[in-house]
């Protein structure tokens, strides 16, 4: 459905992006991480027709992306989309709606729960209400691909959770989704692959759960006892160190040979067990991990 | 509605939503018709003669350096101008909506200094309505594509002023309409003589078209057009 090869860009001397490979799959959520300067946006606007590249080729069902905007292939949700502010959402549904020739999607504003405010001038309107009217915006001319650029960033707790069940919706009815987010758990829950752009490049591609399984070592085992112990070595766990509120952590490659091991212990010595947990790396962790294994590079 | 129109109607409305718009199009402009009207031809009844051309200038200059140019530029800012873009959206659109509807307030204003001045303060009607509306327009064009490059060019509003002001107050001062432009020294009639306003007080205070002023005021439409169509390229081409 797209499919990007070596794409280059750079501002000056600052090289932002060197040679992006990626195919993305018709109805995918595809997620866009990266620290900060990473390349994310530069990347989606080149995508989105916004910019231009130097180098590489970017295909969108047969399109480039310019065409893939004028045919309304795309649809676009800006980290920092803006309108004038006089402007009210149906004047804004109305021009945009008026561009692609097709009638005036007032059904999406209230599904975005812009019923009230759709006659309210822009700079009135609210961060999340602003956000919900861009994300009307980008869909009112039913496009297949939806680019989201940090969609929930200064949303509330309630708008994020509403703007996830719209993006799980979405997908319902077959779009296929371009998501950049700081938001781990956000990216984790909402998407099917997942690209990790580290200066520049894509380090890791796959699904959430097989970029976080991919690593060995990284099961951490806690245990809290009823009274301080001298723990021996351990075949299959690794003394990983010692929370704040008195776990004793492992880290161990295997987590069932772990645990026997140090279950197995706790049972020969008649020890009071208060607490044990089994945690797995998460994303976040392993973004971060990821984006270190770069910087040591 | 085709899109097109439908911008120009859109971006009349929302110029009418603005108070900016109504200070600089409607409000000051014909609060200072009346002022000028009333003190100058009181004090120097020979105002009357150039009482029309002079306050249609002064509309259309204020109008377009400071009103227009003010409702363009949040437009030009990179959140908006990426957001139409995004959506298909011509910026080119944009920018012939604000001159059209620019072009109606102006357009409004005009008339009623026309209908008004002559009752109200005696002023002299123009020698030749024809010359006197060719003259307007190929005034008005120009300074509309002024107002319309200042925000192309402006990064912010603070720089915006700044240019509005350069050309706006020159304009007031050095090209006739305040002072006879014959009474300028000679550096200050050299600039003078570089301003749309300038000829077009010198074309609609005629009863016929002087051939150079005519041609002067022509030049500046392609070239301003160049101008735009080069800072819109530069802002279009890459938002980086």
């Not at chain 1, 990007?4 to 750079?10: A, D, R, T, Y």
């Not at chain 1, 065409?67 to 795309?74: F, H, N, Q, S, T």
């Not at chain 1, 208060?274 to 797995?280: A, E, F, G, N």
Request: proline residues 5%.
């Amino acid at each position: 459905m797209i499919k990007v090869e070596g794409l280059h860009k750079s501002y000056g001397a600052n090289h932002v992006l060197r040679g992006i490979d990626l195919a993305l799959e018709k109805n995918e959520i595809f997620g866009l991480l990266g620290p900060n300067g990473a390349g994310k946006t530069t990347m989606l606007e080149i995508m989105e027709g916004l910019r231009t590249r130097e180098e590489g080729h970017i295909d969108i069902m047969g399109h480039t992306p310019a065409e893939a905007v004028r045919k309304g292939i795309l649809g676009v949700q800006l980290q920092s989309s803006s309108l004038p502010e006089v402007m009210t959402p149906l004047d804004a549904m109305t021009l945009f709606c008026r561009w692609r020739n097709q009638e005036v999607r007032t059904d999406l504003l209230s599904r975005f729960g812009l019923e009230k405010e759709m006659k309210k001038p822009y700079k009135h309107l609210s961060m999340g209400q602003k956000r919900r009217l861009h994300l009307a915006l980008a869909l009112a001319h039913e496009p297949g691909i939806l680019f989201l650029d940090e969609p929930t960033a200064g949303l509330d707790v309630e708008a994020r959770v509403a703007l996830h069940e719209d993006i799980k919706n979405m997908k319902k009815k077959g779009l296929t989704m371009v998501l950049a987010s700081h938001d781990m758990a956000e990216v984790e829950s909402l998407c099917d692959r997942v690209g990790i752009l580290v200066s520049g490049r894509i380090k890791k591609i796959g699904s959430p759960r097989a970029i976080v399984d991919e690593v060995a070592g990284e099961t951490i085992i806690r245990v809290k006892l009823a009274t301080p112990h001298e723990w021996p070595v351990f075949t299959h766990a690794e003394r990983h160190g010692e929370s704040a509120e008195g776990h004793v952590e492992w880290q161990t490659e295997d987590a069932l040979e772990g645990l026997l091991e140090i279950l197995g212990h706790i049972k020969k010595n008649d020890l009071a067990l208060l607490d044990i947990t089994l945690k797995k790396q998460t994303l976040e962790e392993r973004f971060i991990a990821i984006a270190k294994e770069d910087d040591a590079e | 509605m085709k899109p097109w129109l439908y911008t120009i109607y859109l971006k009349t409305r929302l110029d009418w939503r603005s108070s900016e718009i109504w200070i600089t199009h409607f409000l000051v402009p014909i609060i200072f018709f009346f002022v000028v009207g009333a003190v100058f031809t009181a004090v120097m009844p020979e105002t009357e003669e150039t009482l029309i051309p002079t306050m249609v200038i002064f509309t259309a200059t204020m109008g377009a350096l400071i009103g227009t140019s003010g409702t363009l530029l949040p437009y030009t800012e990179t959140p908006t101008r990426k957001s139409l873009k995004a959506a298909g959206i011509p910026f080119s659109s944009i920018l012939l909506s604000t001159f059209v509807a620019g072009l109606i307030n102006l357009l409004i204003v005009t008339f009623f200094i026309l209908f008004v001045a002559p009752l109200a303060f005696n002023a002299a009607h123009p020698q030749s309505y024809a010359v006197f509306f060719g003259g307007y327009f190929l005034f008005l064009v120009p300074t509309l594509l002024v107002g319309i490059l200042l925000p192309l060019l402006a990064k912010d509003a603070s720089r915006l002023t700044i240019y509005s002001q350069a050309v706006f107050l020159p304009s007031m001062l050095l090209s006739g309409i305040m002072f006879p432009f014959e009474m300028l020294p000679g550096a200050l009639s050299a600039i003078g003589y570089i301003l749309p306003a300038t000829h077009a007080m010198m074309i609609m205070t005629e009863d016929a078209f002087p051939i150079v002023n005519l041609l002067v005021l022509l030049g500046f439409i392609p070239a301003l057009l160049l101008l735009i169509g080069w800072r819109m390229h530069r802002l279009l081409l890459d938002e980086g």
